[in-house]
């Protein structure tokens, strides 16, 4: 598969990280959006640089008078009082005319002021002589009050959200990160939205126009900006950085050597402001628990990159060792940390439910490694500095303790488990076995819930589709049957991305008017399809089958699937015909297929009558309602068929 060096590098610079779960493999899309995927693995980010609740905007909003705000003439009140909310004392502020904005007398640290359709915006400094909103309690001219800020709660802001004023809302009730990166954003954020014309945002007269003394004020933001960017790229471009873990130890770390870049590589630098270099570094031994571990860092140091730091440990025995997880990350350039994490994300009461919930315990302490290896930011950092690093071997030995520890996950048998939850969707998943018997009863050897065992007379077909009594066609006749099906013209069979489930139902039902017993096969897992161009990926795909007698009198199952064949093809062959980027293969499940078979690194392989339209089709969905959007969704794609 070709990587995109560029492309790769432009979306981890442009990222920026938050925290979250993205369950990416117990979410079964629907039609548009089922099928085509990129890497399918389960993710939870380090919250180690994210600007939670409000962000930057909010806090600059923070300054803003909100909802009902109006702009008034400032020519009609060239000097006005102004009371910020962490002033006491009212200063009064004059209009400096040529560019509309008040220059208010604050000691050291004067304080400027505009009047636009938001409102009133304050601009000044904070204990660290930093570019900062401030507050603004109230407005006054000539006697009448020209805005009053309204009563709110830490916390909340003002406008948009709390942002750096109102302090981190939402999730942001931890604590606002204090690194290098947030630190220049907020201060490049701050600079540039006050000194840009809202009503037209290509007039610089703003940075350009004013008195002298307006000039000499905004001289020195730009100075200030033009240094914080200045310290940014000293720091970001260091070759190696101390690293202190949240057990307390520190480390030194190292940069591996990149690799000599193409000249497109280099314009690409130059034209993005980003420099494209090996971000493996080989650091100081840690010792847990009275052992001694090699360490891997990965780290893409450039501002808002999705690869924020992690800490890997490695065993010879394991692979991996156990976890470490990084509190800072210095730069003997900068005061500033470039990561400053307020507290160690994996003690946050989500993080260990979703260990418990995602990976069984029988793994022991691999459970935390497999979360951190499954995480497709993790996927897409091998795959980047593979390319980028030269010969690395601290980058070679974590590939292979990674590909340790998922064949560990791989190797694990797990019990399967089907629900029914909100209007009746059938939800299959693969279950810790020891745990398995607390979750429902068991039906031939599946876990149920109590919706499922109520409803089991409408589903137990498809967990274990019943063929006692067999109707078999030949060989010749199932050939027929594919012929026929690439005659369909009404389906779009030139359209790989998705539609699948369409393809298959309207199939069945069309066979099935012929006299054929038809089931359909359906797999689940991270799956490609190898010499396609582009790359057909797939998160699940279904196809018909039909039962043959063969010349031994054995029954075998024939799958029809012109979207990959030009005949009827084992199941085997049809299996075999997706790579899966799991480290065991496929294993036969009852229907619904397990939808977290790829975070288990193996694909699911399941068989169920001819009725089902989707995985997570609901029990009371009517036929009719099938085939209406097996019908609608042939007539969307077939348009987008390649010529």
Known sequence: MKINLLLLSFVLVQ???????????????????????????????????????GGIFGGMTGGFPGMGATKINPDDHPQITVKLANNQSSVKCNLDKEVKVYICPNGDKPVLVKNSPFGFTALSRDKENAPAFAPIENVVADGKTLYAAPTISPGMGMGMGGGMMGGYGGAGA??????????????????????????NRSDNSLKTKGSTQYKSIVQAYMHDREEAKAELDRAYNEKSYKVQLFNGQEISCERGETRELTNQERDYQRQMSYQIKCGSFKCDPVTIDGKTYQATMLYDSAPNSMIQGTIHLLDEKDGIGPTATIKKITSPNSKTPLVDVPYDYKKLPMYGDYIKASVPQSLGQDRDKVVTYKDPNFEQAIVYYKNVCKDNKALNDLVDGKKKVLKKLGDLELAEFIQVIGNGNLVGTFVDPKKAPELGCIYQGVFLNAEAAKNLERIKKNIHPDRSVEQTITMERASELFKKAQKMDDIAWKYKPDGCYARAHLMARRFEEEGVRVDKVWIKGDLYVPGTEPLIQWNFHVAPIVYVKNAKGET???????????????VEEWDNKMSKNTARGSVVTAFPFPENAAMMERSALSFSSSDPYLPRDSIYLSEQ??????????RMYKPLEPR
């Open 15 to 53: 990222s920026t990280v938050f925290a979250q779960v993205q369950d990416l493999d117990q979410y079964n899309q629907y039609p548009g959006q089922e099928q085509q995927q990129g890497p399918q693995k389960d993710s939870f980010n380090s919250p180690s640089n994210t600007p939670f609740g």
């Open 174 to 199: 931890f604590v606002k990160p204090s690194d290098l990166s947030t630190k220049y954003n907020e201060s490049v954020m701050l600079i540039d939205a006050f000194f840009t014309n809202p009503e």
């Open 556 to 570: 075998q199952k024939m799958v029809i699937d012109p979207s990959l064949f030009d005949k009827p093809v084992t």
């Open 625 to 634: 309602e099938k085939m209406d959007m097996a019908n609608e969704t042939m």
